[in-house]
T-cell receptor, first 113, second 115 residues
């Protein structure tokens, strides 16, 4: 069975600093991995996804993530945080043959001016 | 084009009432998913439709939960005899095809509060 663990329920960075949100997965088959962002009172928006092509995946808003099979990780990074990046971020793995997503508990990112 | 829409956005129900939550997926999307998101948690899978066929309902928490998608487009999630533990945000998502790596597009959710 697949699962996802997000380390750190709350991360706080200064504007302009590096953003690093951690995600580790467990999967018995090659995984499909996703990062979604959720702004208050909104649905989830896809940032990026890994589908077994390039291990370094670039997404929207300057985010990227690297799939590391040896570490079973898919950490999300952004070189320079912006105030508008403050939101909740969810890592997910595609489980089941039809692709229902299994989400982590989420990491709330705060950006200080 | 329009994204996934859900209605109502907010619903307050008294314990024991029945509620119906609507999802309008992106036109032409074959797959439709329902998720439940409790406060401070990640979304959890409830059920999956491929066109009008409900292929997976393993995540429905009890037989009080029922979902349908009769014409392969709009879907309704119905909760009978609501309980306080049903309070959550209910998210609907759709994807174009049926492959596991497809992007799911989420609606804004329906926030259900059961008093």
């Amino acid at each position: 069975a697949q699962s996802v663990t997000q380390l750190g329920s709350h991360v706080s960075v200064s504007e302009g600093a590096l953003v690093l949100l951690r995600c580790n997965y467990s999967s018995s088959v090659p995984p499909y991995l996703f990062w979604y962002v959720q702004y208050p009172n909104q649905g989830l928006q896809l940032l990026l996804k890994y589908t077994s092509a390039a291990t370094l995946v670039k997404g929207i808003n300057g985010f990227e993530a690297e799939f590391k099979k040896s570490e079973t990780s898919f950490h999300l990074t952004k070189p320079s945080a912006h105030m508008s990046d403050a939101a909740e971020y969810f890592c997910a793995v595609s489980g089941g043959s039809q692709g229902n997503l299994i989400f982590g508990k989420g990491t709330k990112l705060s950006v200080k001016p | 084009g329009a994204g996934v829409s859900q209605s109502p956005r907010y619903k307050v129900a008294k314990r024991g009432q029945d509620v119906a939550l609507r999802c309008d997926p992106i036109s032409g999307h074959v797959s439709l998913f329902w998720y439940q998101q409790a406060l401070g948690q990640g979304p959890e899978f409830l059920t999956y439709f491929q066109n009008e066929a409900q292929l997976d309902k393993s995540g429905l928490p009890s037989d009080r939960f029922f979902a349908e998608r009769p014409e392969g487009s709009v879907s309704t999630l119905k909760i009978q005899r609501t309980q306080q533990e049903d309070s959550a945000v209910y998210l609907c998502a759709s994807s174009l095809g049926t492959r596991a790596q497809e992007t799911q597009y989420f609606g804004p959710g329906t926030r259900l509060l059961v008093l």
